[in-house]
């Protein structure tokens, strides 16, 4: 069983950037795909982006795509959400996920993180 726990998080001003991590434990961290997803106050939880067991591939929600990139190092079973030119409307905690293939639909992942607040001033 893989254990997720994010870091990173803060309060960032408008038009600036974040790099969030995710550290996972256990040995099989190269065979689930990972994903990040956010919930603000009085929103259900959403996409953000997703990663293959690889790396070779990721997918955006369209909110975020050109600023947002997600990466994966599997040898040190840690990914990442580099976040740039961030806005208002990112603020969320944000989750890391763990599931055996990449799905935009958060009920489907079922190994989570306990997720870290990313709060944008405008």
């Known amino acids: 069983q893989v254990q997720l726990v994010e870091s990173g998080g803060g309060l960032v001003q408008a038009g600036g950037s974040l790099r969030l991590s995710c550290a996972a434990s256990?040995?099989?961290?190269?065979?689930?795909?990972m994903g990040w997803f956010r919930q603000a106050p009085g929103k259900e939880r959403e996409f953000v982006a997703a990663?293959?067991?690889?790396?070779?591939?990721?997918y955006y929600a369209d909110s975020v795509k050109g600023r947002f990139t997600i990466s994966r190092d599997n040898a040190r079973n840690t990914v990442y959400l580099q976040m740039n030119s961030l806005k208002p409307e990112d603020t969320a905690v944000y989750y890391c996920?763990?599931?055996?293939?990449?799905?935009?639909?958060?009920?489907?992942?079922?190994?989570w993180g306990q997720g870290t607040q990313v709060t944008v001033s405008s």
């Open positions: 996920a763990a599931h055996r293939e990449v799905a935009t639909t958060p009920t489907l992942w079922g190994l």
């Open positions: 256990g040995r099989t961290f190269s065979s689930y795909a």
């Open positions: 990663i293959t067991k690889s790396g070779a591939r990721s």
